[in-house]
Every structure is written in C-alpha cells, then in structure tokens.
C-alpha cells in the first residue's frame, strides 16, 4: 500500500465519466466570483479549511476563475523544455505551492429537490481534492480537462453551502504537462454546480456526415437518458425523431470554415432539453489527400495558446471571441488547440464562425527530451490509464463540434506504448475523424504525417513523395500514402517570420500537402510596471526563476496586448484566399476558397501617381467558383507622369459576422509606369566648388570636419556622421535559441565592435572625398567606405557611398549602410517607397509602395525583446522634419532601406525590455543598401540563401536637401 499523497498517483481521477459539454435548460449555478483563500509554500498543510463553520474571516479573497501567482502569491515560472523540478515521477518537491479555497453559497429558490446534483471543475492547475461541506467528493488532475463530481448527498438543499478545494502547483500530472508556458496554477476555469434531473439528458453524441455527390446529409443523435425516451428535433429541416435514429436528409447546406452553416435541434425527455448547434460535414482521407466534403482541405493556420496578459489562461469569452475574430480578418482557417483542449466555448465559436480545429490533448513530456527519453511517461505502463484518460476526456468533451476535423494526441512526448493505446481508443471511439501526432515519424499510430520546422527543400521533397524513406518498407509505404501537414512553421518570436511565402506556394503546388499551423498565435508576456510605473511584458527570468527560458515564451504574431505585430500582417497576405495578379492588360484572380465563390467580394482598384490618388473604381468580376480563375480587363487608366501604381483590392461585399463590408481580404499592386529618368538625378546641375574656412570645408548646406571629414551641420542642423553602420541588434531569429544562430558569428567577426579610421580627406575642384576602413581589433580584413559630397546649385547636396572589401570580411552581414545623427526635435517621417509596416529581404509582404507618414515613435516596432525593427524599405524619398516646420529630405537614385530611431542600434543591442530604452536627443536615420534576411531560426530554418547579404562591394547614391 503506498503511502504517496493523493496528488502523486499515476491513476487517472476518481471523478464522473467524461461527457459532452451541454447547453441545457437544467438549473446551473455558476460559483464564480471572489472566494476565500489561504496559501501556502507546501500541499501538507492541515485540512481545517474544509469543515463548513471554519472561520475563513482572515483569508484573503482571490477571483476564480483566476491564478493565484497573477495575484501575488508565489511567482509565474517559464520554461519552455525543461522541467523545473527533478524528474523522478510520481514525486514531486516537498515545496510544492499550494491555494486552499473557500466558497460558501445558498441555492436558488426552486433548485429541483429531485435528481442529482454534479460539480463541475472546468479547470484545475495542477491537481485538485474537492470537498462539499466537509465531504470529500473526489480529486482531478489533467488541468486542461473537465472534472464532475457527484455531489448530491453532500448538497444541502435548503442551507448553507461550502465547497472547500486544496490546489497544489505540482503533481503526478505536472510530469504530463511540460507545454511550453508559464507555469500557472489555481482555478482557471469556471465552477459550477449543475442539476442532473431523473430521466434527464446525461450525454449526447452528434453524427452528420455529408454526402458531397448528392448533397444530402445523414444525422444520427444518441442521448444517454437512462430508461427515459428523448426526442431529437431539428426544426429546418423537418426532423422530430426517437433519439438515435437515423435520419436521411436529402438535401443539406455543409458546414465549412468558409460557410459555417449549422442548424439549430434539441434533444428533449420530459426532465431536460439540451440545445445544439449541427454542422453536416464529413472529412476523410482519400488517395492521400485530405478532405472535408470531398475538396481537398488546405490549413491556413496557427497555433494557439489561451493567454491574457493580465489573467494567464484564466480568458474570458470576450479574449476568446477577439481571438477568433481577428483569426478570421487575418485570413486565418485553421487552429491547432496547442498544446490542450480549450476553453469549450472556444469551439463554440469556432463553430460559428467558421474555423478548422485540431484539437489537442493535454499531454506534453518534453522534458524528457533532456534525460535521453528515459522513463518518458508515453512508454511507461504505469503512464497508461492516466494517458488514455486523458484522450478519453478530450474526445467526450468536445466530439459534437463540427469545427474539430483532427485528434491530436498531444505534443513533444516522444513515441511509445501509451500513446497506441490513446489511438487505439480514439479510432475504436470516433473514427470519424482522423489522428495526428507530430512525434511518431514512422506514422504507426496516426492518419496524418506531421512535422515541426522543417526547411523549404525538405518540404517540397515531401510533397513529391521524395522524403527519405523509413526503415520499415511497409511503414514507409504506410506514410508516403499520408497526407502532410506542417503542424508548426514559421516561429513568429520578435521580428519574423521570414520565408513565409516560399512555404506557402509549395502547400498550394502539392496535394499532397495540406498547409500548416504557425507558432504562435499571441506572446505569453505578462504585464508589468517599473519601479517608476512604466509599463512593459515581463518574460522567463523576470519572476527570479532558477530555470527558465528567456523571452522564448513571447514568440506570438500578436502582442500580449493583442495588437498586431508586423508578422501577422504578413501572414495574412500569403494567407490571402483570392490571388490576384496582373495578366498583361488585365488583371488574373484565382479563388483559392475551399468551396466559396468570390460572389461577397467587391474588387476595388486605386492608380497612384507618386503615392497621389488620381483615379479609382470598381471590377467586374463576378462569382468565380471555387478553385477556377479569371482574367478581367483593367479600364483605360488616365496618363500620370511620375511613379504610378494600380493596387486592386478584394473587400467583403456585406457585413460579414466576423467583419464590417469593405473589409480587405487580398489585394496586389501593379506598376504602371516607372519614371524614365533615375529619380535623384532628372537634371545635373553643375557642382559648386568646396569652400575651407576655418578648418572645416563648407560644400553648399553642408559643413565638414576638415580633419575627419565628418558632416557636422546640415543647413541650420547639427549633425553627426555619416558613418558605415554594418551592425543591427540581433533579432531573436539571429540568436536562435533552437536554430542555427548568426549573433555568435558576427560578434565572432567583431562586426559589433568596428573600429572606424579616416585615410584620406581630399578637396577636389567639384567636391570632397573622404576615404576610410572600417575593421575590428585582430583580424585583417576591413570595409573601404569613400564618402564624395558634391554641392549642387539649388542648395542641394549629392553623397556617393562606395563600399568595399579588403581581405576577408565573413559574410553574410547583418545589413549594409551608414548613419546619420540628425537633432531629436526632427521626430516626423514622410517617406515614398514601401510601406506602412516594416519590411525586410524576406518580410514585409503586406507592405504596398506608397507615400506614408509616421512620427519616429510611431516608426518603433515594440518587441518585448528590443531588437533590430522598424526599416522601411524600397524608400525612394524621406523627409525628417520638426513639428514647427523644416528638417532634412533625402532622396535615392535607386531605392534604400530606412530606418529612424530616437536610440541607436547599439543602445538597442543593450536594452533587455522596451523600457530599457530612452531616447537619447538624437533622431538616428540609418539608410542602407541591403539588409540580411530574418527567417525564422528562433525555432526552425535560417534565412533563405536568396535573402543573406554578402560581404560585397556596394554603393549608395543619394541626394540631400534642407527644408
């Protein structure tokens, strides 16, 4: 007999069997709200608490559903693999946090005295012993899973109330559960009290399978009610049937992401009614493709974990619901539940709005990673019935909602027996649906071939059937037969993902592929202050943890504030659902819906002539099947003169539910006409001669450092520079935690420790040459920057940059440029070129070429970890001017990258949060020739061998001018 705690059992809970989640006219009471808590540093603290007259007057109060580290007791914890406790399961820390909570309430009036009364524990971090006025009913683990208890004999109908749960922080289950998160504990979820009247509805199960040859739908709805008769009635389509009859429609409208269409039924006995919501589809695997209603389905999606920056994973229907929303305006379709069920209303509104789901079991070991997989609980037998329980929870759970197309049986736990027996249970119970786990290679167990981060080429070799084969002939055969999906891709962490569209067009091109999930949906950072008040995103390490993993945890395509970063605008441009392209005169439009026509799109389009609207009107395009394309003719476009661009537009036709008419779905620009003439150099002014005065050389608006030839005054400006500027402070994809890191490498090189010297300083008879190598301390290889100023008439300044190699200089650079020091007061930017959003080599993909305004706050991109962030590129001019008027244009005979920061890059290099920052009365404008690409090595591939910038000569042209 061991005497191990209740929390250290590798049994799966003594609780209810698992069941679906229920919208019924049944009395619930929700115990929501303030309760009564007491905490504690270790799980063996005295029972006291749970007898009914404890006087629990000196507790604090603590919301639930909420954590209790979110509240100031303990501290949140991030890792990301690691384990933060030894592993010697099913053991756990002496020091193991721990909330008692109390809630004492009444029942309403009217509450049935009759049938049984169940509590329901929506979700519970870590493990959970519940007790009702002094009763133990029962304990949970699997945090991310519904636990009901029979509570009846304990409930005092006409009295007092006391429900008493001790929740402690680490337990068996915390082995199970290793998911790349903060660890959070507490009660997260809501508490409810549920009434289960006699002859009621216990359970219901939902088939409606889709017939996409005749457009008739098949329903079956089973109801576990006991002896007592329910009835299944579906007011639209005519049905009122025995609860588990067949019905055969012959004609339905399908359920799909694009067209969530679901119908409206009851299963009723005389005790209870149960609503529902229908959706008839039906996906399979046919010929190694995957399909729902018989289209080939193609992910557009991301991973997704439930995170506020203020409540943790305690979110509230109006996180979820904004989640789905700006899914849907980002053209997004899909969800992977990474890496546990969600919130159920979450697929409440996945249903309704339309997204796909694969939904998740709570299961990650990734820990084990470290330890060579020894002991990993997947292939331990002692593993087993908590493991199936598990799946068992999630399937029961959520197996009515039309949204979830996939079972996961979880994540990053390795391969082994367990993880069988979960799949064997899952298809024996629902074989509707077909199975993925991204860890089992050889595909023994599942339906669906998964991977994590692979390169392009391997990609694009699996979508071939070309990928390496396995050592098993019979296996190997099994998984080329599979569909491929990328489960996770494009590591969104700080500035990034690069690559995204090279990914997609291989999704597009193979059948065989069928999209992927990006990681991550939202950055994990908790909001905090300052000593000061400042506010900022707290990540791993900011808590004092002794184990944790950085700012890993922010890796979202959203902010924690849910703003979008630069990267979600991105993938909703390669995401777009209509690609729209130009055809000589015309322009080509390929609906890539799965089964829309482009009937609720209006195309727009819009001529610029150098970023000025001159003209505007409407397409014709008609309805466009899905998957078929046409060409439509562009109307007769009015003459421009400078720079001109078309951009056509798809916007939502009508409100939509997840959108207002007018919304954009996709868009392209199209050149027009290009000036005939290099734009900084349409006359040629004669030079006017260099004046030296003073020991400085004064060449029209410009004054030169007669020694070091440095500008020093721009018209009324004091400057500083130009300078070759090689280095950006690396973004998380160069330091690539899980990747191939450039950041050793170019500090290896001392590219961010150049040391600057001025050979020459020549005064010819048109202008001024500054000749200087730029090299760090030890190695021999140097850059030759030669600076030739030449001032024009007209107060205009010319400045040729030429940039050489001497030696070896390892490639590739992080980015290629000078900088210039402008006066701070100069804090607003006007600028023609690409834009409004940053833009690297190979990101930026929504950015249009424009003519745009931003002040230099505004021109910041907030990364929780500052990094390189906020270039423009493709800039053909840029103004930098004061509020009260004047400042500095510059202006490119070919098209630069722009920067302007109020803070340099090595201030940036050095700040650990944004509030690290502070403006240092400088407005530093940064114009390069080339930038390294970005990629996504944070977690997955570097950057593209077509996006990495050489060590190469290069030359900038530019033309300045006061304003």
């Not at 061991?2 to 590798?10: I, K, L, T």
């Not at 005092?156 to 903060?182: F, H, I, K, T």
């Not at 027996?417 to 199975?435: K, Y």
């Not at 001024?768 to 030739?788: F, I, N």
């Amino acid at each position: 007999m061991s005497d191990r705690p209740w929390y250290e059992s590798f049994a799966p809970p003594p609780a209810l069997p698992a069941r679906a989640w229920l919208d019924t006219d049944a009395p619930r009471l929700s115990l929501d709200g303030l309760w009564r808590f007491r905490y504690a540093g270790r799980a063996d603290g005295p029972l006291d608490f749970i007898r009914p007259a404890f006087d629990d007057t000196g507790w604090e109060r603590l919301p639930v559903p909420s954590h209790w580290q979110l509240h100031g007791y303990g501290a949140p914890a991030y890792t990301n693999i690691s384990y933060p406790f030894p592993l010697d399961p099913p053991r756990v820390p002496d020091e193991n946090p721990t909330g008692d909570h109390r809630h004492a309430f009444r029942l309403p009036e009217g509450w049935p005295p009759g049938g049984r009364a169940v509590l329901r524990l929506a979700g519970a971090d870590s493990a959970a012993r519940v007790w009702l006025n002094g009763v133990e009913v029962g304990w949970t683990s699997g945090s991310r899973l519904t636990s009901e208890f029979d509570v009846t004999e304990a409930l005092r109908p006409g009295g007092d109330n006391v429900v008493a749960v001790r929740v402690v922080q680490w337990s068996a289950g915390s082995y199970l559960e290793d998911q790349d998160m903060w660890w959070l504990s507490g009660l997260f979820r809501g508490v409810d009290l549920l009434a289960r009247p006699a002859g009621g509805v216990a359970d219901v199960e939902v088939r409606a399978d889709y017939d996409h040859h005749t457009g008739a739908g098949t329903l079956t709805v089973t109801a576990a009610t006991g002896q007592a008769p329910a009835r299944v009635r579906v007011p639209e389509l005519g049905v009122d049937v025995a609860a588990g009859e067949t019905v055969r429609l012959p004609r339905v409208e399908p359920w799909s992401a694009e067209r969530p269409r679901l119908y409206d039924a009851t299963v009723s006995t005389g005790a209870e009614t149960v609503t529902l919501r229908i959706g008839f589809r039906t996906v399979r695997v046919v010929d190694g493709v995957l399909t729902a209603n018989g289209r080939r389905l193609l992910f557009r999606g991301v991973n997704r974990h439930e995170f506020h920056p203020d409540r943790g994973r305690a979110v509230t229907e109006e996180d979820m619901r904004e989640d789905v929303l700006l899914m849907k305006q980002h053209n997004i379709n899909a969800v992977r539940t990474s890496h546990y069920p969600p919130h159920p209303r979450f697929l409440d509104l996945c249903d309704e709005y339309g997204l796909w789901v694969v939904d998740e079991c709570d299961l990650e070991t990734h820990g084990y990673g470290t330890v060579d997989w020894r002991g990993n609980p997947a292939d331990d037998p002692r593993w087993r019935d908590a493991l199936v329980d598990r799946m068992r929870r999630t399937v029961e759970r959520d197996k009515n909602h039309p949204s979830v197309v996939l079972w996961s049986l979880g994540n990053e736990s390795g391969s082994g027996r367990n993880l069988a027996a979960m799949a064997g249970w899952t298809r024996r119970r629902d074989p509707s649906r077909p199975l993925l786990y991204e860890r089992d290679w050889t595909c023994r167990d599942v339906d669906v071939y998964s991977r994590m981060y692979l390169p392009v080429a391997e990609v694009e070799a699996i979508g071939r059937g070309e990928e390496a084969p396995l050592d098993d002939p019979a296996l190997d055969a099994r998984r080329r037969a599979m569909p491929f999906i990328h489960v996770e891709y494009a590591h969104a962490m700080g500035n990034g993902p690069g690559g995204l569209a090279e990914y997609q067009r291989l999704y597009e091109r193979y059948p065989r592929l069928h999209g992927g999930f990006v990681w991550e949906w939202i950055d994990h950072g908790i909001r905090a202050r300052t000593d000061d008040g400042r506010e900022f995103f707290a990540y791993g390490g900011d808590f004092g943890e002794e184990v944790h993993d950085g700012n890993f945890v922010a890796d979202g395509l959203l902010f924690p504030d849910r703003t979008s970063s630069p990267g979600l605008l991105d993938v909703k441009k390669v995401f777009e659902p209509v690609q729209i392209a130009g055809s000589g005169d015309g322009v080509a439009i390929a609906n890539r819906y799965l089964d829309s026509g482009l009937s609720h799109l209006d195309f727009r389009w819009t001529l610029e002539d150098d970023g000025e609207v001159v003209a505007r009107g409407t397409l014709a395009v008609g309805d466009v099947p899905a998957g078929e394309s046409t060409v439509v003719r562009l109307p007769s476009l009015p003459a421009t003169t400078g720079e001109a661009y078309v951009t056509v537009c798809a916007v939502l036709a009508a409100d939509e539910p997840w959108a207002k008419a007018g919304h954009e779905v996709a868009s392209t620009q199209l050149e027009v006409r290009q000036p005939a003439t290099p734009r900084a150099v349409t006359t040629s002014p004669a030079p006017v001669p260099p004046r030296p005065e003073g020991g400085q050389l004064h060449a029209g608006p410009a004054v030169l450092d007669g020694r070091t030839g440095r500008l020093v005054r721009l018209g009324p400006w004091e400057v500083d520079g130009p300078r070759l500027q090689v280095w950006r402070a690396p973004t998380d994809n160069d330091r690539a935690p899980h990747g191939e890191a450039l950041e050793p490498v170019w500090r290896g090189a001392g590219l961010d420790r150049l040391t600057h010297r001025v050979d020459e300083v020549a005064v010819t008879g048109t202008g001024v040459v500054v000749r200087t190598r730029v090299a760090p301390a030890a190695v021999d290889g140097a850059l030759l920057a030669t600076y030739a100023w030449t001032a024009l008439a007209g107060d205009r300044l010319r400045l040729v940059v030429d940039i050489g190699v001497e030696g070896h200089v390892p490639g590739p650079l992080p980015m290629l440029g000078v900088v210039l020091g402008l006066p701070g007061e100069l804090d607003q930017v006007e600028w023609f070129g690409r834009g409004p959003g940053e833009a690297y080599p190979d990101t930026g993909l929504a950015t249009r070429v424009g003519r745009w305004f931003r002040t230099v706050g505004e021109l910041q991109t907030p990364y929780l970890f500052p990094q390189e962030n906020g270039r423009r590129a493709g800039v053909r001019w840029a103004s930098v001017t004061a509020g009260r008027g004047g400042g500095v244009r510059v202006e490119g005979r070919a098209p630069f990258g722009l920067t302007v920061r109020p803070w340099t890059a090595e201030a940036l290099d050095r700040a650990a949060h944004p509030t690290d920052l502070v403006a240092d009365g400088h407005t530093w404008l940064t114009l390069d020739a080339g930038h390294n690409g970005i990629g996504s090595a944070s977690c997955g591939p570097g950057v593209l061998p077509g996006y990495l910038l050489p060590a190469a000569p290069a030359r900038l042209e530019l033309e300045l001018r006061v304003l």
